[in-house]
């Protein structure tokens, strides 16, 4: 009885992380063959981490209050971007720079949000594809505003950022008066024994450190609870007296204006904005990343984020080295971390869908067995 | 009462955000500072003469070492700039040094100081312009891609 108990226990355990632990072997297996060094895995690890975590960890609310994955975090990204080609025009540069794009996206990020949220309560239950969807939408709003309105109706003064035509903007704005200056703020080197010199990205992290333990405040504010109370189950939520719909569109507002934030942090360390896909794959990224650190469309926590960072970035630096050591042509690698990140995403997704309908059998089962039982003792 | 002072607190916290978005676009604001080494004439024709040699040096770090006829070039952040400056003004000369500070315009991007003009005395009108980069003449339209699916065009 014991060991059944146990295995079963195990078998759980490797069920509810076996994504985590596929990509633990695609690492292992990956990263002697990339043959890269110790020192360089570290460093690009460390500054992914702080590229990345930002951006992951706006997914947690969202998923607390039982709206999935939000891919419509794009939304935010969207708005970052625009705060940032703006502030480049207006030739605000440094820390100065970014906090100034910062404010500037959040009025972007609520109305976006708001619009995303109010949307996502007309499509209850189907979350995911809807905000997957809006963010193609949004993608065309805002390509109407960076290509068409920037110079023409939004006064861009830079030809280095605008068109030759005189509207619009280019493929790729520069922020190199802004680039890692975050990151560089607090210069620090650490020298590991056996891996060499890794620069750690200092502020970066405290800021990260400081979101997440507002994410772990937040959890216990009535909001919070709310929230929890809402992902669990709206009904009953509402029957206690929580405005659900209000509480689902503040998840999605903070969830687009953290994303918002994430990107400005993200695209100060890539040095540039690739105006018209920077934030096209980003919600896919992040969301392969936080599902590949053991994260479901209903749990997810702020290891997840990490974890879910380290493994998916190692996986993206090894693969193409490692892709060109199997097969002789690093495009393979290129392809597979592409493959990956749409695989793990499907994967997970299967895999909630199956332990819904799992769970929903299990206790169909359990109601007709007690129900059987109600009825044999009547007979009796 | 209690959505009285919510109103109140939540002015204020607005009046703050804008209040520390307004400094950020003092102090961020951004310059491309020029020194020049060449000769200029000034609008009372006086003329000044380029030194030997001029180094630049911005926050203990050289930026520009400026032969005659040299242009060099240092990006600051905010609208108060100090440099220091090492001049030498004939082959083999004694070096002399000294810091200046100058107060950049905000609306004006790249400014260009003429060295030799300023540290003769002359007006700030004088020694000061806008640098205005020349226009590249055949610039190739940017071929922005927004829809990786859509038809390749016939042309």
């Not at chain 1, 209050?65 to 625009?82: C, S, V």
């Not at chain 1, 969830?255 to 904005?273: H, K």
């Not at chain 1, 490692?322 to 499907?346: K, N, Q």
């Not at chain 2, 006829?69 to 001049?87: A, H, I, N, P």
């Amino acid at each position: 009885m014991n060991n059944t108990s146990k295995n079963t226990k195990i078998l759980s355990f490797l069920r509810s992380s076996s994504v985590p632990i596929l990509f633990i072997i695609i690492c292992a297996v990956c990263i002697p063959l990339s043959g890269l060094s110790a020192n360089m895995l570290f460093n690009e690890i460390t500054t992914r981490m702080g590229r990345n975590a930002f951006l992951i960890l706006s997914l947690l609310i969202p998923i607390m209050a039982g709206m999935g994955l939000n891919f419509g975090m794009t939304l935010g990204a969207m708005a970052g971007e625009i705060a940032l080609i703006l502030v480049s025009d207006w030739q605000i540069v440094g820390i100065p720079g970014m906090v100034l794009a910062m404010i500037l996206s959040v009025p972007f990020s609520i109305l976006l949000g708001l619009f995303c949220g109010k949307i996502l309560n007309m499509a209850k239950g189907r979350e995911m594809i809807t905000s997957y969807i809006i963010s193609y939408f949004i993608n065309g709003v805002y390509l109407l505003v960076v290509l068409y309105m920037m110079g023409s109706v939004i006064p861009i003064k830079h030809s280095t950022i605008k068109l030759p035509r005189g509207y619009g903007i280019r493929n790729t704005v520069s922020l190199l008066n802004m680039r890692q200056k975050l990151d560089n703020l607090i210069p620090l080197k650490l020298n590991i024994p056996g891996v060499g010199i890794v620069k750690i990205p200092v502020m970066t992290f405290i800021i990260i450190a400081i979101l997440c333990l507002v994410i772990v405040w937040f959890r216990r504010t009535k909001l919070g609870q709310d929230m929890r109370a809402v992902g669990q189950d709206m009904e009953v939520a509402r029957d206690a007296g929580i405005n659900v719909e209000r509480t689902r569109i503040i998840s999605i507002v903070i969830s687009t204006v953290l994303a918002g934030f994430g990107m400005i942090i993200y695209l100060q360390n890539m040095g540039n904005i690739a105006t018209y896909s920077s934030h096209s794959q980003i919600g896919m990224f992040c969301i392969a990343a936080l599902l590949v650190g053991g994260a479901s469309v209903d749990k997810a926590s702020i290891g997840n984020v990490f974890l879910g960072v380290i493994l998916f970035h190692t996986m993206f630096i090894v693969a193409p080295k490692a892709g060109a050591a199997i097969t002789g042509d690093s495009m393979i690698g290129e392809y597979f971390r592409v493959f990956v990140s749409y695989a793990v995403i499907t994967i997970a997704l299967v895999m909630y869908e199956t332990q819904k309908r799992k769970a929903k059998s299990q206790e169909g089962a359990m109601l007709a067995a007690a129900q059987d039982e109600g009825e044999e003792e009547k007979d009796s | 009462m209690k959505n009285k002072r919510k109103i109140i607190f939540r002015i204020i916290a607005l009046a703050l955000i804008i209040a520390v978005a307004a400094c950020m676009f003092v102090i961020g604001r951004g310059h491309t500072v020029y020194f020049d080494n060449k000769e200029l004439t000034g609008p009372d024709g006086t003329v000044y003469e380029p030194w030997y040699q001029i180094e630049v040096l911005v926050n203990g770090e050289r930026v520009a070492r400026l032969a005659e006829g040299d242009r060099g070039m240092v990006s600051t952040m905010g609208q108060d700039f100090k440099f220091e400056v090492k001049l030498t003004k004939q082959k083999g000369g004694k070096m002399q040094g000294g810091t200046i500070g100058v107060k950049l315009p905000y609306s004006i991007d790249g400014i260009i100081y003429n060295l030799p003009a300023m540290l003769a005395g002359a007006e700030e009108s004088v020694y000061m312009e806008e640098f205005i980069p020349d226009p590249i003449e055949e610039e190739t339209e940017d071929v922005v891609v927004t829809d990786e699916f859509a038809m390749p065009s016939e042309e």
